[in-house]
Nanobody
Framework: EVQLVESGGGLVQAGGSLRLSCAAS????????IGWFRQAPGKEREGVYCISPTDGSTDYIDSVKGRFTISSDSAKNTVYLQMNGLKSEDTAVYYCYAAGNYWGQGTQVTVSS
C-alpha cells in the first residue's frame, strides 16, 4: 500500500520558516516524481514544487522562487520542502504528491502577518 505522510506544518509569523517532510512507503521512491501541492481557502489546488529523484531535476512556481527549496533523501524515502521568507499568501494546506496519483493527507501551514 502506497502511503505519503506529511509533517512539519504549523503557525509561523511572516518572514519565518518551516520545513515540511513527506515520508513515503509502499513504492520504490526513486521511480516516481514527487512534490508538493497546496490549497488555500477558496482556491484551487496548485503545484508548488516537485523533484525527480532519478536525476534531481526540480520545477516550481514563480511565487516561491528564492524562498522555497525541495530536497529528497532516497535512503529515508522522504522529500522535504524548506520554506523561508514565508508570506501570508503561503497560508494553505500543503499536500505531498507522488506520480501515479498518490496523495498525503495534508498539513496546514498558517502564516500570520
Amino acid at each position: 500500500e502506497v502511503q505519503l505522510v506529511e509533517s512539519g506544518g504549523g503557525l509561523v509569523q511572516a518572514g519565518g520558516s518551516l520545513r515540511l517532510s513527506c515520508a513515503a512507503s509502499g513504492f520504490t521512491f526513486d521511480d516516481y516524481a514527487i512534490g508538493w501541492f497546496r490549497q488555500a481557502p477558496g482556491k484551487e489546488r496548485e503545484g508548488v514544487y516537485c523533484i525527480s529523484p532519478t536525476d534531481g531535476s526540480t520545477d516550481y512556481i514563480d511565487s516561491v522562487k528564492g524562498r522555497f527549496t525541495i530536497s529528497s533523501d532516497s535512503a529515508k524515502n522522504t522529500v522535504y520542502l524548506q520554506m523561508n521568507g514565508l508570506k501570508s499568501e503561503d497560508t494553505a494546506v500543503y499536500y505531498c504528491y507522488a506520480a501515479g496519483n498518490y496523495w498525503g493527507q495534508g498539513t496546514q501551514v498558517t502564516v500570520s502577518s
